[in-house]
């Protein structure tokens, strides 16, 4: 349809909201609180005059919440009487999130936010938006569903791969199915069959509502884009509402799309399995009735715990932390221990990065061209306290729980029987033979019918040179002449291709002892002292594996250095299954095949908390409880075609990597604990 032919335009007003990024979280709902939401009003309350709606700010739910619960009276009183008027909008989602990451539990928490405001004012929500994050699992479909949300739009980042899924369509999970929009920018101008038009007045990164003047800039340029249109401000629900009319048409897509982000929730394993932990045991006192889910305890709890899900995990790298000249270990400790930077640790090798983000630069952070290491690391402990606000939110007897489900420390190892590698090991019922890099071999179990090659606690090490990051960069990256001088240094590491010392490498650690002691085999691993010394490899690692009906398999490192050149821990637990192409990855509580994933999509990373297998050999499943990130098909992370990989090279868990830059953790020095158990049970 011709643009003289629409009948109808909603514009929508939205700012991209990141809780931190261009400056610490807690400033930022500061700024939105005392300056962007009461100038929305202002702008709105100054031009939606006789019946006219020129100004409509639309907003994730959370911000709503959050502002109405920590404004001051007047704050309160200011925003209740715009959304009211109609002046302010939420939409059916709370924030921008690594979808995967959650479990249905918090997912349906971040949606009751919009559920709560439609019930206080009156109002029902029916669309949806996702906005930076390039993609998302058809798991949560159902339950988007069920919250009455039937439209969802997903703004892409503006240099990041987009789907190729069509435009407008329907994404069928079952019997479920909503209306996803998809645009390869935040949002674009979408018209309909029926001669209904979308616009996107969207400012940038926590850049607040346009002036006036800007505002009247918007609407001379779509009245003269669409001559014969009533051109006027709306909320996503209008839209939501034009295209029923034409959903039947849309095509129906049912495969999975992901999120080709995630690599990001390795960047602070800690932060991760803290939140994963409390979130299982959350539906343990649930069960058990300690925590009652319609208290207002659950959502103080709930709360803190959903912005670790939330997009957005630190400060903007080329802000605050500028340095992108210090890759080697030796060059970034002494980097970090003067902590100050500026702008001239661009370097002469990315002046033109710097030229042309000045602009941008100046506009978050005016004048100032110093920074520092700790500022930007302070970003980061930000992030982590979520989860110790989460804790100190519940009752006395829960938060003593919770802390002892958190704390960890690497086990001795007690005295027993020093085993061989290559040797059968009775225990518990089980017969078992460690590999020489560690790893169980061969799992036998009469009771269990279980007879079957694996390779489960498979420790690697790998290590990436400026030539590696730089073509998946490359590779991965949309509209590169107009996006370069940003989406390097968010995507890529600007100055790393000139540390030649720098080197590509993969290496697995050799057993030092393995040690039989009761019903657990406690395996000591070595990893290469070069690794440890040059790069980041974890000095110190010990794996336990528990017998019993399931097998619990801990991994626990210490002595782990911080390096900032590109490193990535991979731990294997593959089951020698017959058919390894019928492994599912549990998301959102819904099955989902890793083999049927949309071009475009996160073909080989994943967030899992279960993987599960049913085929004619056996029944089996893996269950993560810290550390969810899982490549399927072999180690993944710097190749981002839209090849799968092949089943047969196994399940890797992706405890750890810095490949991010943007806002990210970028380097690692805590000591880790992953728990995983495996059950699996031969078919008679």
């Known amino acids: 349809m011709e643009n003289r032919e629409v009948k109808r335009v909603v514009v929508i007003f939205k700012t991209h909201l990141d809780i931190g990024y261009t400056a610490l979280a807690a400033d930022i709902l500061k700024k939105y609180r005392e300056q962007f939401i009461p100038g929305a009003i202002a702008l709105a309350k100054k031009v ?14 959370y911000l709503i919440q959050h502002a109405l619960e920590r404004g001051d009276d007047a704050q309160r009183q200011n925003l209740e009487d715009a959304i009211r008027r109609g002046d302010v909008r939420w939409h059916g989602l709370a924030c921008t999130t690594h979808t995967e990451l959650m479990d249905e539990a918090l997912f349906r928490y971040g949606q009751s936010i919009s559920k709560a405001l439609d019930a206080r004012f009156g109002v029902n929500t029916i669309a949806a938006k996702m906005t930076d994050v390039p993609g998302h699992t058809i798991a949560m479909v159902p ?12 703004g892409v980042n503006g240099g990041s791969r987009v789907p190729e899924v069509p435009e407008l369509f329907r994404w069928r999970c079952g019997e479920d199915e909503v209306l996803v929009h998809y645009a390869g920018g935040y949002g674009a101008p979408t018209v309909l069959p029926n001669g209904v038009a979308l616009e996107f007045c969207h400012s940038l990164d ?40 034409v959903q039947d048409s849309l095509p129906v897509v049912t495969q999975e799309i992901g999120d080709t982000w995630i690599h990001g929730v390795a960047t602070d394993p800690i932060k991760v399995s803290r939140c994963m932990r409390l979130l299982a045991l959350r539906a343990r006192w649930e069960k058990s009735g300690a925590l009652d889910p319609n208290g207002p305890e659950y959502d103080a709890f709930m709360e803190p715990l959903l912005l670790v899900a939330e997009h957005t995990w630190g400060m903007d790298t080329k802000k605050y932390l500028l340095d992108f000249t210090n890759w080697t270990k030796a060059d970034f400790r002494a980097a970090r221990e003067r902590d100050g930077t500026d702008y001239s640790l661009f370097s002469p090798r990315n002046a033109h990065i710097f030229a042309a983000l000045r602009d941008e630069l100046r506009e978050y952070r005016g004048e100032s061209e110093v920074s520092s290491y700790s500022i930007f ?31 960890f420390d690497m086990p001795a190892i007690p005295e027993g029987t020093l085993r061989r590698a290559n040797e059968p ?6 017969r078992a033979t460690v590999g020489i890099r560690g790893e169980l071999t061969h799992l036998e179990n009469p009771d269990l019918n279980v007879d079957m090659d694996a390779s489960l606690g498979l420790f690697a090490y790998e290590t990436f040179d400026g030539k590696a990051v730089a073509d998946c960069f490359f590779d991965y990256g949309r509209d590169l002449k107009a996006n370069f001088h ?27 002892a393995i040690v039989k002691s009761g019903d657990a085999l406690y395996i000591s691993l070595r990893p290469e002292a070069e690794l440890c010394e040059r790069y980041g490899c974890p000095r110190r690692l010990l794996v336990v594996h528990e017998f019993g009906v399931s097998i619990k ?34 998301k959102l509580g819904k099955p989902v095949s890793p083999l049927h994933v949309a071009r475009g999509g996160n073909r080989k990373l ?35 075609d839209d090849a799968y990989g092949d089943m047969a090279d196994g399940l890797w868990y992706l405890l750890y990597n810095n490949r991010w830059g943007t806002n990210f953790k970028q380097w690692f020095e805590d000591d880790l604990r992953a728990e995983f158990e495996t059950r699996v049970r031969g078919v008679q």
């Open 206 to 245: 926590n850049a607040g509502p346009p002036s006036a003047e800007a505002l009247e800039d918007e609407y001379r340029a779509l009245e003269a884009r669409y001559p014969n249109a009533v051109v006027e401000a709306g909320t996503l629900d209008d839209f939501a509402r034009a295209a029923r009319e």
């Open 48 to 61: 939606n005059r006789g019946g006219n709606r020129r100004f409509v700010w639309t907003v994730g739910s």
């Open 606 to 640: 994943h967030c899992a908390r279960k993987l599960l297998y049913r085929g004619a050999d056996c029944e089996a499943s893996v269950c993560a409880r810290d550390t969810p990130l899982v490549s399927v098909g072999g180690r993944h992370l710097y190749d981002v």
């Open 486 to 512: 940003w989406a390097e240094c968010d995507f890529g590491k600007p100055g790393l291709r000139y540390e030649q010392s720098l080197e590509r490498s993969s290496a697995f650690a050799v057993p030092d």
């Open 377 to 407: 690391e302070a970003s980061h402990a930000e992030q982590r306290a979520y989860v110790d606000e989460a804790v100190a939110a519940l009752p006395e007897a829960l938060a003593d729980e919770a802390k002892r489900e958190l704390a």
């Open 143 to 154: 339950l988007i569903r069920e919250a009455g949300v039937e439209y969802l739009h997903i």
């Open 553 to 586: 398999t801990t991994l626990y490192w210490k002595g782990k250095d911080a390096v900032r050149s590109p490193e990535a821990i991979f731990f294997g637990m593959t089951l020698g299954v017959a058919d390894p192409n019928g492994w599912l990855l549990e």
């Open 425 to 430: 090991i009775e225990i518990n019922g089980w």
